[in-house]
């Protein structure tokens, strides 16, 4: 079975600091790692995906997630926030390149303060 | 990417009573699913609409109270039938879009949130 896990449910950053919010995988075979990000009352954006190749995957709005194999993670980071990128974060993987829906993680809210 | 549409935004419903909501693709697309996303919650699938046959339903998800219609590959509908308070949910249906070195990415529609008195 493909599944992510997010272990927080909330991060709080300053604005101009970096942020990360975590993930990690359990799949068999090639995993295909997805970050979604949620504003309130919209529907789900995409931001970036790993497929195969650099472990430096980057993505929209200045977002980059860091595949990380041996520790299973796919973390989402961007060197500077903005209060602006406050919104619902979600990871999420499926078994294979095409053909199949996501499983999602539950959801990191992110809070970056002035 | 692909615009994607979905029909009502939002919408209050009584108890008992069934709600459909549709999906409109501007592109021909091969996949195409359903997922609910509870109150505070992650996103669940609930089945894939599958053009010119009955759809593939999750575990825990069945036809007779969530029927799904895919008439073409730009087109789908899913209802929500004898709704009940445990209904209140967006409802977002999502397409695979081939983009490019072959890889697919999902995309999702705005959501319908639905609410059940």
């Known amino acids: 079975a493909q599944s992510v896990a997010q272990p927080e449910d909330q991060v709080n950053v300053a604005e101009g600091n970096p942020l990360t919010v975590k993930c990690t995988y359990s799949v068999s075979g090639n995993p295909y790692l997805f970050w979604y990000v949620q504003y309130p009352n919209r529907g789900l954006q995409f931001l970036l995906k790993y497929i195969t190749g650099d472990n430096l995957v980057k993505g929209s709005y200045g977002f980059e997630a860091e595949f990380n194999k041996s520790q299973t993670s796919f973390h989402l980071k961007k060197p500077s926030a903005l209060v602006s990128d406050s919104a619902l974060y979600f990871c999420?993987?499926?078994?294979?390149?095409?053909?199949?829906?996501?499983?999602f993680g539950k959801g990191t809210s992110l809070l970056v303060t002035p | 990417s692909a615009v994607i549409s979905q029909k009502p935004s939002r919408d209050i419903c009584q108890r008992g009573t069934s709600l459909t909501i549709q999906c409109q693709v501007d592109?021909?697309?091969?996949?195409m699913f359903w997922y609910r996303q509870q109150p505070g919650q992650s996103l669940t699938l609930i089945a894939t609409a599958n053009q010119g046959s009955e759809a593939t339903y999750e575990s825990g998800f069945v036809i007779d109270k969530f029927p799904i219609s895919r008439p073409n590959l730009t087109f789908s509908t899913l209802t929500v039938s004898n709704m009940s308070p445990e209904d209140s949910s967006i409802y977002l249906c999502?397409?695979?879009?081939?983009?490019?070195?072959?890889?697919?990415?999902?995309?999702f529609g705005p959501g319908t949130r639905l609410t059940v008195l």
């Open positions: 999502s397409v695979d879009i081939v983009g490019g070195q072959g890889t697919d990415t999902q995309y």
């Open positions: 592109s021909q697309v091969t996949m």
């Open positions: 999420a993987v499926r078994k294979s390149n095409s053909g199949y829906a996501l499983n």
